[in-house]
């Protein structure tokens, strides 16, 4: 494609070829609309002959080319490891960093062929045309491509249409803890990547979850990075996949175990609340005006706009003024409302506590053995203890979380094996103009 591209990009288009999550491939082009079709078809046919053309030579050149990229993940800051753990422990697919280097070796340039020609045989597409265009020229865009794939294409059953994983659902009032050694030797850095899974998203909850993150971003910086120096990498924010809410915290150290970390956080969320609860409506307020500010904010780009579309398109729920609603609903939010939610999702005796932590240790710093079952267990105080000593801090370390029973995970496959999930968003029937299966 490369001759392609440079003569594309003369001419102001651009195009892109991205995985997403595991089984689906996302074709993404930019330009002037009168050549666009020209460009799409030509990149459409070059991949549905790509068997046809790759020499051998190439193929091993991009294979090398993945592996390096794989065993260079391995040298990633502590934190993002930390985040792909926490990513695969949480979502029903996916597969860790170590599982595809170790399958490398075994893609051969006679099974990626073989691959190739089976890719199209059974395939669903959803296509957005957005842009200088009538519907009769995007409707005639994607019957071009349906064209082009119908040859080779299959009938798909109902249940093959759904591309999106599901998420791990954890239990009420359990803290899992997930500890790990950070795979490069010279990394010097432990990470504690926690997060508390509210559950399905809601507009409602959505609003909330969002204030509480406006209100605890600045103060847990301050508190762990500027005043205790735990790291330099120390953030929150509020997160969603597979339509579940979340609200993640991290803090990278050179300086402190995780444990003693996590006694730290623990200690947070109590003053927070005070926070919370002392807030004046003045100060409330321009918390609330900052989350209007980010939901009312006009796309910077047009790629930008495409994104947030393309995503209610991929969760099926064409909820297209999703933000000004939410915009809406967050100035109607009054201080207790805020309180209540804490209280019941993130407070240490909150009845729907969901919490899962990521403890990644240096290569130094040796992983806490048990001489109990994996299962339930109470280290939190004891080691956090320990490593308050180690650091000469006389902290209360025994504001870890005495409420919540602690589950030790000592094999990323087994959780996800034992554990339920969360039904898959309910889709929305609306009146699109979509592609269907190939007969």
């Known amino acids: 494609m490369t001759e392609y591209a440079?003569?594309?990009s003369l001419a102001g288009m651009n195009y892109d070829v991205a995985l997403q999550g595991i089984n689906t491939i996302q074709l993404?082009?930019?330009g002037y609309s009168d050549r666009l079709p020209v460009l799409l078809e030509r990149i459409i046919t070059m991949m549905r002959t790509l068997p046809d053309h790759l020499e051998r030579e190439t193929f091993e050149r991009v294979r090398q080319a993945t592996e390096r990229t794989?065993?260079?993940?391995r040298l990633d800051e502590a934190f993002r490891y930390g985040v792909n753990q926490s990513h695969f422990l949480t979502h029903e697919g996916g597969y860790l960093n170590d599982d595809r280097i170790a399958t490398i070796p075994h893609?051969?340039?006679e099974r990626f062929l073989d691959h190739c020609r089976r890719l199209y045989q059974q395939l669903y597409f959803e296509a957005f045309v957005y842009g200088n265009l009538y519907e009769a020229d995007a409707l005639a865009l994607i019957d071009?491509?349906?064209?082009?794939?119908q040859a080779d294409s299959l009938p798909l059953l109902p249940s093959q249409r759904q591309w999106g994983g599901r998420m791990i659902q954890l239990a009420d009032q359990v803290e899992y803890i997930f500890p790990c050694t950070h795979p490069n030797p010279d990394n010097r850095n432990c990470v504690v990547d926690g997060m508390f899974q509210i559950g399905r998203e809601t507009m409602a909850e959505r609003v909330r979850l969002a204030l509480v993150g406006q209100i605890a971003s600045e103060p847990f910086f301050d508190k762990l990075r500027t005043q205790e120096q735990l790291g330099y990498t120390v953030f929150s924010m509020p997160f969603r996949r597979a339509g579940v809410q979340m609200f993640r915290f991290i803090v990278q150290s050179n300086v402190a175990r995780p444990e003693f970390i996590q006694s730290r956080v623990e200690a947070f969320w109590k003053e927070l609340r005070a926070t919370i609860v002392s807030l004046s409506h003045e100060q409330f307020q321009k918390f609330v005006g900052a989350v209007v500010k980010e939901y009312t904010e006009k796309p910077q780009s047009q790629e930008e706009e495409v994104q947030a579309l393309v995503t209610e398109i991929w969760d099926q729920a064409y909820v297209f003024d999703r933000k000004a609603q939410l915009a809406r609903l967050v100035q109607t939010l009054q201080v207790q409302e805020i309180v209540e939610f804490f209280d019941t999702y993130i407070a240490a005796d909150a009845p729907k506590r969901k919490m899962l932590s990521v403890h990644v240790y240096s290569e130094s710093e040796q992983l806490p053995t048990l001489d109990r079952d994996e299962g339930v267990n109470s280290m939190a105080v004891a080691t956090a203890a320990i490593a308050s000593v180690a650091?000469?801090?006389?902290?209360?370390?025994?504001?870890a979380s005495a409420h919540a029973k602690?589950?030790?995970i000592r094999c990323p496959?087994?959780?996800k094996r034992e554990m339920p999930l969360f039904s898959l968003p309910a889709t929305k029937v609306v009146n699109l103009q979509t592609s269907t299966n190939f007969q």
Request: overall charge neutral; glycine content about 6%; hydrophobic content about 35%.
């Open 70 to 73: 794989y065993l260079n993940t």
């Open 406 to 408: 602690q589950v030790i």
């Open 107 to 109: 893609c051969t340039y």
């Open 413 to 415: 496959h087994k959780f």
């Open 391 to 399: 650091l000469n801090d006389s902290a209360d370390a025994s504001t």
């Open 144 to 149: 071009g491509i349906q064209k082009q794939l």
């Open 6 to 8: 440079y003569n594309a």
């Open 28 to 30: 993404g082009l930019v």
